[in-house]
């Protein structure tokens, strides 16, 4: 049993034990919580947590990753490890790799049965966690995401750009929640270990979800949602920019993850296509009327079309080669963390018992 001193910070928040279900299933917890430039937020943040968790039936364990910060995160991280126990596993990261290469770190270091993602910020609370838990495993769900119905949040910067992603991304990848930017979500070990994240993908993760398991095991739930007391905001309205590109290719891959050459293929018969029929009615006319068609814009639009066309076609036959090298391969990785000691399965929990 590991027990916590007296000297333990408190949390900015109002103390709160979290409601154990009744009827939660037995299972080994691991939280993951991404950090970068969170000094001020990790004292609270690990206090919440504990304080949310104390009496949970369940062995459990804190893997916080921290994402390369330039400021005392990492020291304030090893502080709080020593304080309560070696169930807060820090993860340090070499750099800065962003959110969703942290996030896989993380989900790489747990060890648990269930695993449950939340933001180092303190706007997730941990005493959701518990209930998430306990849906997960009761209805036998691989993801059950959190809802910030009540969202503490600016309206036109966060709130309104968030809404419209959500519905795009909802009509796009057929997954369909209220909040897809809400980090604060509990997975079945077996099946997020199956997804790999890359980019920024960490916003999309129930559409990544849904390429390894079907749309009925994803299940959202509404969660407590507080406004930021501590440190910066990592996100402007730029994201929105980049979550159109991202979705795009979310779109591809979900559609044509195992046959990319039937996209490009596509488009390169039509284009192709195009370019015969173009080509065509211009050979017809000079054979029939006898008119000079070798300076006609049409002329050259044909043409390009065509080696357009075929240029569509090779690159489908190069993106089954690269498909079947890269993603399937799983031999690459996101990030680089420091060396850290092994742990066996079943030392550095933290047991109630």
Request: glycine share 8%; charged share 20%; hydrophobic share 45%.
């Amino acid at each position: 049993m590991t027990t916590m001193t007296d000297h333990t910070p408190s949390s900015p928040l109002p103390p709160a034990k979290a409601d154990i279900p009744a009827d939660l299933l037995p299972h080994r917890l691991s939280v993951v919580v991404p950090l970068y430039n969170e000094e001020d937020n990790v004292d609270p943040l690990v206090a919440r947590v504990h304080e949310a968790l104390d009496g949970y039936p369940y062995p459990w364990e804190l893997v916080i990753v921290d994402d390369g910060s330039a400021d005392d995160t990492v020291p304030r991280l090893e502080a709080a490890a020593r304080r309560y126990g070696p169930h807060v596993r820090v993860v340090a990261l070499m750099r800065n790799f962003k959110q969703t290469a942290a996030m896989q770190a993380g989900i790489d270091a747990a060890r648990g049965d269930v695993i449950v993602t939340m933001d180092g910020d303190l706007q997730n609370d941990p005493i959701d966690i518990p209930r998430m838990a306990g849906r997960l495993l009761r209805e036998d769900l691989d993801l059950v995401a959190g809802w910030r119905k009540n969202r503490k949040d600016g309206m036109i910067l966060r709130k309104i750009p968030s809404k419209i992603a959500n519905r795009l991304i909802a009509r796009i990848t057929g997954v369909h929640l209220q909040d897809y930017g809400c980090s604060l979500k509990a997975f079945r070990a077996s099946a997020i270990k199956n997804v790999r994240l890359y980019g920024e993908m960490h916003r999309f993760i129930p559409a990544w979800l849904a390429t390894v398991t079907t749309p009925r095991k994803i299940a959202q739930e509404e969660v407590t949602h507080h406004a930021r007391m501590f440190g910066e905001s990592k996100y402007g309205i730029s994201r929105t920019f980049r979550v159109i590109l991202d979705l795009i290719f979310v779109y591809f891959f979900m559609r044509f993850r195992t046959r990319p050459g039937h996209f490009f293929g596509g488009i390169g018969m039509g284009l192709g296509a195009l370019g015969v029929l173009i080509l065509g009615y211009l050979g017809l006319l000079k054979l029939f009327t006898g008119a000079s068609i070798g300076t006609r814009p049409m002329f050259f639009g044909g043409f390009f079309f065509v080696i357009a066309g075929i240029q569509m076609v090779t690159t489908g036959v190069l993106a089954e080669l690269l498909t079947r090298v890269y993603f399937e391969s799983g031999q690459s990785q996101a990030y680089v963390a420091r060396d850290t000691p092994a742990l066996a399965n079943d030392d550095a929990w933290h047991t109630g018992t």
